[in-house]
């Protein structure tokens, strides 16, 4: 009996499997994380989809 | 879905490709105290406000951002560097920049309607309308039932209502904040911040706002841009974007997530030994 | 109605004690010292009937009025003259508050000396009591308008003299009125102590009628009472409706 981990799908499968709402939600959480240094985002979730992407962003002026 | 981050942005963005309409640069405001030293109230600090923005100048109390806003008034003038707005010195108070104090300072020997048409009247409005806008902007906040009322008869949150009316009245491009709601007991406060965010909102990005407070919940509630400020001689510290839509709740993720980072930053500011 | 009732019956009880407390120490004692309230009365009907009172209190009044009103276009002209500049105030002020510290009979005899024993000299010391009265009050109270106000005036617009007529005046208008009301004050009992001191053969105002009457006990304490009852008139029917208008409608008023 060997005690290896049930390999977790990579990353690839598990983007391969989402919907097309659920990959425009990610694309958009990307662009954001791309554009900002620090902050914050918030997914705003109802009935199991997100309805709203709120965001914060952080400058440091000194 | 919505995604308020992405509209709230290319809003941001568009407003930013305008001129700005106030604008600071390099300001520094130097006083003498009662003991003859040189007392730096505003270090060096540089930025715009564009129009249709809600902006909350943030900091412990002496870091010079009440003397931000009244530059910004007119009220006082810089000790160096600039203050702009539309591109021009600032050279003077006016019923362009309406300005709410922390006290409602209204006139005493006037009824409430009558402190409104004040404000009509020195921005040229004609005798025989003044009484019916005043009623207007009365009903703007409620208060249409104490027109006749004299303003002692008020209470605190009342009459800061009033004030706002007053200031609204002028119709003014710019509304200044000095920490309006400061006197207020807690649920006057919450009722009139919701007044200001619902004033905002209905105009529309036509009206600017700054606000100074040391409330940080008040500012992640109300403002598109809170500018953090050390503790004397003021100076910029951070400034946080919130691309969250209104009217918002202090219960909602994002303001809350903002609260507490602006709040841990503050507390560190007040620790390093400005006075509070 | 009723509140002026209610206002004035404690006074009037007060006055009717006086009254009867007088008549019973006035009983014995002979009427060139201590005359009876009747005595007094029929004196005062008499004084009325033949017109020397009336005649001697509206001289009064009128010689009141000119040097009130000179008194408070003199005061608040300086006043505000001094609120404006402060170097002027600082020199000034002083000079003014000796002025109103110094009892005007002791100007009396200067300006006799000056006028001679005129009605001049009367009106004279009259305006110099009283004037400065009206100056300190046009300076503290334009001096004690909140900045907070003025600051909100400018911020809506008022600029230099729509500031003055729409924020400042007003803000200090309490302050000044309280002014007036002393100033009357010192004008009133200035005046008839004057007239007292300078009458002469064609002197008649209420002051020269007590000097007249010296021998006429009773239509002296008459006249007095006139006097006193002249003051308070003016006081609680001018000054102070005037007064509690002002204040209750800025919600200075205390007590209600």
Redesign the interface.
């Known amino acids: 009996m060997t005690d290896e981990p049930v390999p977790s799908p990579s990353t690839q499968e598990r983007l391969a499997d989402l919907t097309d709402d659920e990959r425009l939600v990610l694309a958009k959480v990307a662009d954001i994380v791309r554009k900002i240094q620090y902050g914050t985002v918030v997914l705003v979730i109802q009935d199991g989809k997100v309805v709203q992407i709120e965001m914060a962003e952080k400058f440091r002026l000194r | 879905m919505v995604d308020r981050a992405e509209s709230a942005v290319a809003l941001a963005g568009e407003r930013e490709a305008t001129p700005p309409k106030l604008s600071l640069r390099g300001l520094i405001k130097t006083r003498r105290s009662t003991s003859g030293e040189m007392l730096t109230a505003v270090d060096n600090v540089t930025f715009d406000v564009h129009q249709g923005e809600f902006v909350c100048l943030l900091g412990p109390s002496g870091c010079g951002k009440t003397t931000i806003l009244n530059i910004l008034a007119g009220l006082d003038e810089p000790t160096s560097g600039k203050a702009l707005l539309d591109g021009r010195t600032i050279s003077g108070p006016g019923p362009d920049r309406a300005v709410l104090f922390q006290e409602p300072a209204l006139f005493p020997w006037l009824s409430v309607v009558a402190n409104v048409e004040f404000a009509l009247k020195h921005v040229g409005v004609a005798p025989g309308e003044r009484r019916e806008r005043a009623m207007g902007w009365l009903e703007n906040v409620h208060l249409t039932g104490y027109a006749n009322a004299q303003p002692h008869e008020l209470s605190a949150g009342m009459r800061q209502r009033v004030a706002l009316a007053r200031a609204l009245a002028c119709d003014p491009d710019v509304l200044l904040g000095d920490e309006p709601f400061g006197a207020l007991d807690a649920q006057a406060r919450e009722l009139l911040q919701n007044e200001v965010q619902r004033v905002w909102v209905e105009s529309e990005g036509r009206k600017t706002f700054v606000f100074v407070t040391h409330n940080v919940r008040e500012a992640a509630l109300l403002a598109d841009r809170v500018l953090v400020m050390t503790a004397a001689p003021g100076k910029l510290l951070e400034e946080q974007r919130i691309y969250a839509p209104r009217p918002r709740n202090l219960d909602d993720a994002l303001v809350s997530r903002v609260v507490s980072e602006v709040h841990e930053v503050l507390m560190r500011e007040v620790g390093k030994g400005g006075t509070t | 109605m009723r509140r002026v009732a209610r206002e004035l019956a404690p006074p009037l009880a007060g006055v009717a004690c006086l009254l009867v407390l007088w008549a019973i120490v006035a009983a014995p004692a002979s009427p060139n010292t201590l005359p009876s309230p009747a005595e007094v009365w029929s004196a005062f009907a008499r004084g009325l009937s033949n017109g020397s009172i009336t005649e001697a209190a509206g001289k009064t009044l009128l010689r009141l009025a000119f040097s009130f009103g000179v008194s408070i276009l003199i005061g608040t002209a300086i006043g505000f003259g001094l609120a404006l500049n402060e170097f002027a105030r600082r020199a000034i002020r002083p000079l003014v508050v000796a002025l109103q510290i110094t009892p005007f009979i002791a100007w009396l005899p200067l300006a006799v000396v000056w006028f001679g024993f005129s009605e001049r000299a009367v009106v004279f010391v009259a305006i110099v009591g009283a004037f400065p009265s009206v100056t300190l009050a046009t300076i503290s109270s334009f001096g004690q308008v909140p900045p ?2 003025k ?9 230099g003299w ?1 500031l003055y007529r ?2 400042i005046f ?2 200090a ?1 309490p302050g000044y009125v309280s002014g007036l009301q002393q100033a009357w004050g010192f004008a009133w009992k200035a005046l008839t102590a004057g007239e007292l001191i300078t009458a002469g053969l064609h002197a008649t105002g209420l002051g020269q009628l007590l000097q007249r009457s010296k021998d006429d006990v009773p239509m002296l304490i008459a006249t007095v009472a006139v006097i006193v009852v002249i003051g308070v008139a003016v006081e609680y029917l001018v000054f102070v409706p005037i007064d509690r208008r ?1 204040r209750s ?4 008023l205390v007590g209600g």
């Open positions: 907070l106000l600051r909100a005036g400018r911020t809506l617009g008022a600029q729509q729409g924020v007003p803000a208008l002002i409608r800025r919600g200075l």
